[in-house]
Structures are given as C-alpha cells and as structure tokens.
C-alpha cells in the first residue's frame, strides 16, 4: 500500500497566486515527520519545509505553509505569492520512527507545478 | 561551506557491467543516504550508512551494495547493470540518525543511463 499519496500529477498557478499541493500519507507509527520537497529540472533536491506529528501548530517556512490536518492523515503545502521560479517538481516525503530503514525518506510521486505569467 | 558532492554527474554503462557512484558528504555529517529516482516517479531509498555501519536497506536486489569511508563519503556500487537501473541516484546526508526531525541534504544527482 501506498505510504504517500500525491493525486496531482500537474498543477498550473499564474504568478502572485496561492497554489494548494495534496499530500496524504498512511502510517500507524505514533511519530513521524512530514516533509516537502522541491526538484527542479536541475534534479537537485531542496528541502522546503517539516512537520512533526507532535507539532501542534503547522509549519511555515517564508512563502511556504503546511496545512498539516493529523486526524485526515493530510500534509498539503501550501505556496502564497507564486513566482516563475516555483515552477518544479514537488514531494512529499515521511519518515516514521521507529524505522526498520533508519530514517529513509518515503516519497510519493509528486506533482508538477507551472507557474504562468 | 560545501554541499553534498556527488561524481560523476553522468554516466553510460551497457547491459551486464558494473558501476560505481561517489558521494562526498556535507563536513560534519556522518549519516549517508541513498536513493534512486526512476523517470517520473518520486526517489526510492537504496541505503543509509552511519558511522561507517549499514543502518537501513530498502527492497532493492543484492546487485546493490554500498559502503562508507572513515571520513564519511560514500560508495554505491551496481553489479550486473540491467536496463531498469537507469535513474537518477541521489545521494543525502544528515547530522545524526536519532530523530524523526533528522533534515538530509542532498546532493545533485548522478544521472545513470544503461543501454
């Protein structure tokens, strides 16, 4: 079964727009963390923003949000203000803990995000 | 202060040989990740080494092993390459092991194409 589900496959925003990226995951360990990801066409992975399952308060990181809704199982990043840059590829990723991996990454899919002038 | 470093940035191999990646840590981190990241599809994890010990393994075949070094860089090698193992490898490095809240780095990518 899927541990991170993206059901977007692309998104499109014009400039200076919000834009809402899905993220549900499933797990049944008490602790873990969610995180987003950016990769643009260069491949390199950059992290955006975390969210601990013990965090009360959702994440902000500058221009980026996580909607964090725990009972939903739901991580969605939110982007304010899009510029041209943000167009790229966007993962989420979990990790839980205690992990059999160490602390691997689980990704989903990801979504493809266009910003438009 | 330098990132994660990762050699070559390209490579083609053929069917059947074997491949050689290199990841060179960010300085102080000790805990060393690898994923591979087929076309279109999110980077799956391969391994994680600290300390110089193998701490995770994913569902990848034996055709797959890796090692860490004394200063913590890191190796991962491909035996008997097969059309499939063409990805991007990536690899990431963080401070420590312990935490859920554990950020990895990555570094930009090897880009493997087998013909």
Known sequence: ?117 | DAGVTQSPTHLIKTRGQQVTLRCSPISGHKSVSWYQQVLGQGPQFIFQYYEKEERGRGNFPDRFSARQFPNYSSELNVNALLLGDSALYLCASSSGLASSYNEQFFGPGTRLTVL
């Open chain 1, 1 to 117: 079964a899927q541990k991170i589900t993206q059901t977007q496959p692309g998104m499109f925003v014009q400039e200076k727009e919000a834009v809402t990226l899905d993220c549900t995951y499933d797990t049944s360990d008490p602790s873990y963390g969610l995180f987003w990801y950016k990769q643009p066409s260069s491949g390199e992975m950059i992290f955006l923003i975390y969210q601990g399952s013990y965090d009360q308060q959702n994440a902000t990181e500058g221009r980026y949000s996580l909607n964090f809704q725990k009972a939903r199982k739901s991580a969605n990043l939110v982007i304010s203000a899009s510029q041209l840059g943000d167009s790229a590829m966007y993962f989420c990723a979990m990790r839980e803990e205690p992990n059999q991996a160490g602390t691997a990454l689980i990704f989903g899919k990801g979504t493809t995000l266009s910003v438009s002038s």
